[in-house]
């Protein structure tokens, strides 16, 4: 690797960020996981959240002091927005803008409006980055387990001239200085976070589990035995793969499923997948793919609600869930241990 950066707590002024009033907009996924973590690692924050509504209720619940959004933005130096992209804009334009002032510090999770222009925070505003990796629930449980989500980290724009540190302490405080922080561009994680979602890690998994299901069962299996091989044993095959890539996968599985991964696997994915791969790329880049999700969220969600009620409907969502409320399987650690096992 040439001279990746990967920094630790141990590079951070960890204590900067604790000097700092932290307002939290929005109390989702992101919005627990890190506030639940800033908390508890002795941050001074306030969830900016729609009063008396489901997420306030919830925040309270924890202990949580909270705030309209435009009171939260008002008090605070620095201003997490984790509420759904789609709604982002319209929120900053109404509730944040007319509440910020010259030297706050902007931070987002993803670098979605930021990128694609539809915030443009003016330039006596810090506009900075904390992406982890990994979906807010995680960002919690592993805290709580003593460990973090690797993180990253972006500037955009940076007035006051500490951004960088800002964001690195922040993404401190909420366990990534415990996994690794690596330093990006709002560019770079916006169109490789998007990719990865659509192509490979959602989009690509999903598709390549829900058309592996279709085959068997079309060709007379039983959906039970379609569901364990091409969606349960996924994860345990990947749990081996997240801890010691490929080879580690390929070290325990039989010659036999080896053999069959090695000359089967690029047929699937293919020549063809890979040109497909290329244009989800290009409409990513283009800003094609980010006009039409939000026009298609600006315009009722028609399309969305359709696609998402015909993927609940698909057997394997059916299936599964019978099976897994028939079954219980145990989710060890640190799978692989070549000196035992
Ligand atoms: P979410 O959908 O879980 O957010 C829900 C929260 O937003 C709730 O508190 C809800 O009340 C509030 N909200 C929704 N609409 C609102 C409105 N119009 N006005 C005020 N509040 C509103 O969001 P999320 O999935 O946690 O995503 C937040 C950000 O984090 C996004 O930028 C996303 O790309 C990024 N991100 C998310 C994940 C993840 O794990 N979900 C991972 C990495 C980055
Ligand atoms: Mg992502
Ligand atoms: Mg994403």
């Not at 990513?284 to 026009?295: L, M, N, R, V, W």
Request: some cysteine; aromatic content about 8%; hydrophobic content about 35%.
């Amino acid at each position: 690797m040439n001279g990746l950066k990967i920094y630790l707590d141990k590079d951070i002024d960890t204590n900067l960020i604790k000097t700092k009033k932290i307002a939290v907009i929005g109390f989702g996924s992101q919005g627990y996981g890190q506030s639940m973590n800033l908390k508890d690692s002795g941050c001074d924050v306030v969830l900016g959240l729609r009063q008396g509504g489901k997420s306030d209720i919830k925040a309270k619940n924890y202990g949580f002091k909270t705030m309209s959004i435009e009171e939260a933005v008002k008090w605070a130096d620095v201003v997490q927005v984790l509420i759904p992209d789609e709604v982002q804009a319209k929120v900053y334009e109404e509730q944040i803008k007319p509440n910020m002032r010259a030297g706050q510090y902007l931070m987002f999770a993803h670098g979605f409006n930021i990128h694609f222009k539809k915030i443009i925070p003016s330039a006596d505003i810090n506009v900075i980055m904390v992406a982890p990796k990994g979906p807010g629930h995680t960002v919690r449980s592993q805290y709580e387990e003593g460990k973090g989500v690797p993180s990253l980290i972006a500037v955009y724009q940076n007035p006051s001239g500490d951004g960088k540190q800002v964001a690195l302490s922040y993404a401190s405080a909420i366990g990534a200085g415990r996994a690794g922080i690596i330093e990006t561009t709002f560019r770079e994680e916006t169109e490789t976070d998007l990719f990865g979602e659509q192509s490979v890690i959602c989009g690509g998994v999903s598709a390549l589990m829900k058309t592996g299901f279709d085959v068997l069962v079309e060709a007379g299996y039983s959906p039970y035995m379609a569901y364990f091989e091409v969606l349960h044993e996924m994860k345990l095959i990947i749990d081996l793969v997240n801890q010691g890539g490929l080879a580690d996968m390929r070290y325990s599985i039989s010659n036999t499923a080896e053999y069959g991964d090695m000359t089967r696997g690029p047929k699937v994915i293919n020549q063809a997948s890979k040109d497909a791969m290329k244009n989800i790329l290009s409409d990513i880049q283009s800003g094609k793919f980010a006009k039409e999700f939000t026009d298609e969220m600006a315009s009722g969600c028609k399309n969305f609600q359709k696609l998402r009620e015909e993927n609940a409907n698909h057997p394997i969502e059916k299936i599964g869930a019978e099976i897994r409320s028939a079954f219980q399987w145990g989710r060890d650690k640190n799978i692989i241990d070549r000196t035992k096992n």
